[in-house]
């Protein structure tokens, strides 16, 4: 049993929770508002005790900053609500200099290669910190684009600091970055597939072994219900992905890397696979990832990438 905080489902509010170990791992929280709630944390109650044993104290570290609001595509899977305005460079560098102890600066949004000052906050920031770019790939692209990201502080030896996520929505110009790193001799800092059922595991791992020499981390994410990412259809565990990669092939820990009830490293017939399944607000421990990768919620407040994502969709 594990006392820790967590949020009420209606309200957002921060209530105290208990979380059970039994046939699952449960937790129980009361709102003095709206009652009473049970939800599931953890599929299987194995892979929560061993987290617990690690006593890993980090995700990954990193500060995000939204640069726009704004999309050139409409995923499924997005948990960001898009439209709305650039934000100013002056604020995103200011923002990203004093936040820098958290770690590398991570510029997200929206699509951040739609603000036209992109490059150059790039090449502003690259003295001050380590920092990367979160894309869908579109603008990236294009060659040209693509190198002048590179040469203003992007590429750190053979690696391009960006992240690049997998949407059928992109057409394909995802693979097409992928397929420009490897004409370059480049390799992508990390890479995100997102799933909905763990059967999609088969189609992760496939790209992820076709493009293994160009690709530096492969995360695979559960697909979840936080802020405008509304697509989920049934909540996947980390403990349901490890089982499906066991299922079909060897699959063990990576103990010397960080890994918590929502994320962990595996290896996977040779591949290394980061999987990933954030908390939402049924079944959030608070105290579990009060750690990076660090984001700043709508209300002002700094919290975990999951937290910010659930404050961000609460109540208005």
């Known amino acids: 049993m594990k006392q820790t905080t967590s949020l009420c489902p209606e309200c957002y509010g921060r209530i105290s929770a208990t979380i059970r170990v039994g046939a699952t791992v449960v937790m129980d929280k009361t709102c003095p508002e709206h009652g009473a709630f049970t939800s599931m944390v953890e599929h299987d109650p194995r892979w929560w005790l061993l987290c617990q044993e690690l006593g890993c104290k980090n995700v990954y570290d990193g500060y995000m900053i939204d640069v726009t ?132 595991l088969a189609e992760a791992v496939a790209l992820a072994r076709e493009y293994q020499d160009v690709i530096h981390r492969f995360r695979i994410k559960a697909a979840s219900n936080l802020w405008a990412e509304t697509g989920a259809h ?29 994320y962990a490293n595996v290896i996977h017939e040779g591949l290394h696979l980061i999987l990933v399944s954030w908390y939402d607000v049924e079944n959030v421990d608070l105290k579990d990832i009060d750690c990076g990768p660090w984001y700043t919620a709508t209300d002002g407040t700094l919290n975990n990438l999951a937290t910010t994502c659930i404050i961000n969709g609460g109540p208005k």
């Open 69 to 200: 609001s704004q999309c050139n595509l409409k995923c499924k899977y997005c948990y960001h609500a898009n439209g709305g305005e650039h934000r100013a460079a002056a604020e995103v560098i200011a923002d990203a200099i004093e936040h820098r102890h958290l770690g590398p600066t991570i510029l997200t949004g929206g699509e951040p290669t739609l603000h036209p000052d992109l490059p150059a906050m790039v090449r502003e920031l690259a003295p001050w910190n380590e920092t990367w770019v979160l894309t869908n790939g579109v603008k990236m692209a294009d060659e040209g684009y693509f190198e002048e990201l590179c040469s203003a502080g992007l590429l750190h030896g053979d690696i391009v600091l960006a992240g690049l996520s997998f949407h059928k929505e992109s057409a394909g110009k995802d693979l097409e970055v992928l397929e420009l790193c490897r004409r370059k001799g480049y390799r992508i800092g990390t890479t995100f597939f997102v799933i909905d059922s763990v059967d999609e």
């Open 234 to 262: 049934h909540k996947i565990f980390i403990s349901d992905m490890i089982l499906w990669l066991n299922q079909h092939g060897q699959t063990s820990l990576v103990e010397s890397e960080n890994n918590k009830v929502s």
